[in-house]
């Protein structure tokens, strides 16, 4: 991952970097399980070369006229933005 890091910061500063090549997608999954599985299906189909899996995110959403609560399990997927749409 630091090399990576390097790699970009190289990129910004001997111009090469170009904007909006890399994009970080943001999933809610409802529990753990599903998390692992919906991160494993997207790395095996190289959508992906990394997925961090952040537990017990909390939300408040509107839900049919009534703020409504939920735990849920968030997934940081970082990714070609050339990937992101119909592949995922």
Same mark, same amino acid.
């Given at each position: 991952?630091?090399?990576?890091?390097?790699?970009?910061?190289?990129?910004?500063?001997?111009?090469?970097?170009?904007?909006?090549?890399?994009?970080?997608?943001?999933?809610?999954?409802? /529990?753990?399980? #599903?998390?692992?599985?919906?991160?494993?299906?997207? *790395?095996? !189909?190289?959508? +992906?070369?990394? %997925?961090?899996?952040?537990?017990?995110?909390?939300?408040?959403?509107?839900? /049919?006229?009534? #703020?409504?609560?939920?735990?849920?399990?968030?997934? *940081?997927? !970082?990714?070609? +933005?050339?990937? %992101?749409?119909?592949?995922?």
């Amino acid at each position: 991952m630091l090399r990576t890091l390097s790699q970009q910061l190289l990129s910004v500063v001997t111009g090469s970097y170009v904007s909006g090549t890399y994009s970080i997608v943001f999933v809610n999954c409802p /529990n753990e399980q #599903i998390a692992r599985d919906i991160a494993r299906a997207i *790395l095996d !189909k190289k959508l +992906t070369a990394s %997925v961090n899996i952040l537990p017990k995110a909390y939300s408040l959403y509107y839900w /049919n006229g009534e #703020i409504e609560e939920a735990t849920e399990i968030l997934l *940081l997927i !970082k990714t070609k +933005t050339s990937k %992101v749409g119909a592949s995922f």
